[in-house]
């Protein structure tokens, strides 16, 4: 079993930043595609932002050149560095990991299938 756990959140203005960080325990190794999800107020999920065991990032368009996604391996944690935020952004984040690609993510966040799930925390950008 691997257990995620992610703070962080907050409600911020738009324009402000915030960073996600997701700590993994119990049977973790790298061999995972670590990953931010998110689910606006009644909306389907939407895939953010992924990374392999390589390094490899990929983004949702919607974020690419606001988001950055990182690791710090030696912590087992997973960041999300979310900058320039907008009110689209709001939404419950969720950080996600699977070891079904061998370590290497899809390259559509969206496409990415996770098994293992963090609670999520919420993020608010207001205009």
């Known amino acids: 079993q691997v257990q995620l756990v992610e703070s962080g959140g907050g409600s911020v203005q738009a324009g402000g930043s915030l960073r996600l960080s997701c700590v993994a325990s119990?049977?973790?190794?790298?061999?995972?595609?670590m990953g931010w999800v998110r689910q606006p107020p009644e909306q389907k999920r939407e895939g953010v932002a992924s990374?392999?065991?390589?390094?490899?990032?990929v983004y949702a368009d919607s974020v690419k050149g606001r988001f950055t996604t990182f690791q710090d391996k030696a912590k087992n944690t997973l960041y999300l560095q979310m900058n320039s935020l907008k009110p689209e952004d709001t939404a419950m984040y969720y950080c996600?990991?699977?070891?079904?690609?061998?370590?290497?993510?899809?390259?559509?966040?969206?496409?990415?299938?996770?098994?293992?799930w963090g609670q999520g925390t919420q993020v608010t950008v207001s205009s």
């Open positions: 996600a990991a699977d070891r079904r690609y061998g370590g290497k993510c899809p390259q559509d966040p969206n496409q990415a299938e996770f098994h293992y």
């Open positions: 119990g049977s973790f190794n790298s061999a995972y595609c």
């Open positions: 990374i392999g065991v390589d390094g490899i990032t």
